[in-house]
């Protein structure tokens, strides 16, 4: 995956900021927040940790085509839309705010994470691609779309996953459709020759999508579910804390996605173990851009305080996080 050679192509730089727009993110203006460095990294023209260290270009508003929807089951679909600008600037776990017209309820658009982008015979981005389940007015929508109709999509946007490099290990948990951010980062990882598992649960089988996927990159999967009707049975979590006590000491870099009570758990799992983790999440959000407030969480620097999870997120360190303030 030629990130960097994406990076020159999208003009990525080290400062940006929020962009002023009206709650519909149709109006975009100018951004304005500066990428800060982060203390101990070798070179900090790279992202070692967390921060708004990665060269992240600014988002565009597009009409995007679909050009495939792909129903998995009767509650999910992959959105396949063709969406080149955005894809250009996509970096591993971050989002879009999409919206299928304007004017047309509801009004606000919705957050999606990028599963995949999509690339040409060349390697040059063509498009991305949206994991969704139906679980509301707007995802019942999305599952009925149709390939030739067209979606608002307004993204790149939020703060991307800091890619590891090796000796350092990778372990990505994803609960449901929590999977969504981690197609984008086990291509990143895989680029980068970094050894990387994917722990994945879900309610049922019928919860378990794409894993074919992951396997073609290298990736050693871990399945479960609740009910034990595929990989083994319970939460993902159980697997997950075996695994970290035989890992004691050696490096690893953990990536969490799914229901907030599993992201927690896989915060204090790793925080017990000594090892670093990046949370996905995922709260409500009106605009994506920083204006509305209704995605703020609470996070613990020094001192407890509130943050956009759009403009300082979806990637948060998860200690840093305010569980008790989230669930």
């Avoid at 023209?45 to 060269?55: F, H, I, K, S």
């Avoid at 982008?117 to 509301?136: E, F, H, I, N, Y």
Wanted: contains cysteine; positive net charge; hydrophobic residues 40%.
């Amino acid at each position: 995956m030629p990130f960097a050679e994406d990076e020159k192509r999208a003009g990525a730089r080290y400062e940006r900021s929020a962009p002023l727009c009206d709650l519909t993110g149709t109006r975009l203006k100018s951004w304005n927040i500066v990428a800060r460095p982060v203390q101990g990294a070798q070179d900090a023209r790279r992202p070692e940790w967390l921060g708004y260290t990665r060269p992240v270009a600014g988002p565009v508003d597009v009409d995007a085509r679909i050009a495939a929807n792909h129903r998995l089951s009767d509650a999910y679909n992959i959105l396949e839309l063709d969406a080149p600008e955005i894809a250009l600037r996509t970096r591993p776990g971050q989002f879009v705010m999409v919206k299928r017209a304007l004017g047309r309820e509801p009004l606000l658009r919705r957050p999606f994470s990028v599963f995949e982008v999509l690339r040409d015979a060349d390697g040059a981005p063509t498009g991305l691609s949206l994991l969704s389940k139906q679980v509301g007015s707007v995802t019942r929508d999305l599952f009925r779309a149709q390939p030739g109709e067209r979606l608002r999509c307004l993204g790149p946007l939020g703060v991307p996953f800091s890619v590891v490099d090796p000796p350092t290990r990778a372990w990505m948990v994803a609960g449901g459709v929590g999977l969504a951010p981690f197609a984008t980062l086990a291509e990143a990882l895989h680029a980068r020759g970094v050894d990387t598992t994917l722990f994945y649960g879900g309610r049922s089988s019928n919860d378990l999508y794409r894993i074919p996927f992951f396997e073609r990159l290298g990736v050693r999967v871990v399945l479960t579910t609740e009910d034990g009707t595929r990989g083994e049975s319970g939460r993902v979590t159980a697997p997950l804390a075996r695994e970290l006590a035989s890992a004691a000491g050696q490096p690893l870099m953990l990536y969490a996605c799914g229901p907030t009570p599993m992201m927690r758990a896989v915060a204090e799992l790793s925080a017990r173990a000594g090892q670093p983790v990046q949370v996905s999440l995922e709260p409500v959000m009106g605009c994506g851009l920083g204006g509305c407030y209704s995605c703020v969480v609470r996070v613990l620097d020094g001192s407890a305080r509130f943050v956009r999870s759009c403009l300082e997120g979806p990637v948060f360190e998860g200690n840093r996080v305010s569980w008790a303030d989230l669930t």
